[in-house]
């Protein structure tokens, strides 16, 4: 090995070693949450554009529904019709319960989350929808469950 490979062999470990050495250092050590991204990702997402949520309207449900408010003993099948681009479907509840949906994109598999209330907050499921799609709801126990299609 020539000197001038030594050289650059050592300035990559040394940058290596840098650069693990600053994401430890910011890292917090505490395990993050979904719900509330650290400002450094909302002020990119805002930067970005932001992929924005599915608007209630164009959700349809086969449970009972009052405007946004869903109410179901067991299970409920959502259609989300075609947002025209990656959007969030936003659902909330007081109660546990779980949400099944396609992923997004090309992706073969199916995403499930069981979401339930933590220090007096809602529940709250996140499911990124690109096309038209069908969402399992699920209430745990077969008890009934309450869940608003959210803007937000």
Not at 36 to 47: K, N, S, Y
Not at 75 to 92: H, I, S, Y
């Amino acid at each position: 090995m020539s000197g001038r490979q030594k050289v650059l062999v050592g300035t990559l470990a040394v940058l290596l070693v840098a650069f693990f050495a600053v994401a430890v250092g910011v890292g917090g050590g505490d395990q993050g949450r979904a719900a509330e991204p650290p400002g450094v990702v909302e002020r990119l997402g805002r930067l970005a554009g932001g992929s924005g949520t599915v608007d209630p309207a164009t959700v349809r449900a086969d449970c009972d529904r009052t405007g946004d408010v869903l109410s179901f003993v067991g299970d409920c099948e959502l259609g989300v019709a075609d947002p025209g681009g990656l959007r969030t479907l936003v659902l909330r509840s007081g109660r546990a319960f779980s949400a099944t949906a396609p992923a997004p994109r090309d992706a073969d598999l199916t995403v499930h989350a069981e979401v339930e209330p933590s220090d007096g907050a809602e529940a709250v499921a996140r499911i990124a929808v690109d096309r038209a799609a069908t969402v399992l709801l699920s209430c745990p126990g077969g008890v009934g469950c309450t869940v608003t299609v959210a803007a937000s």
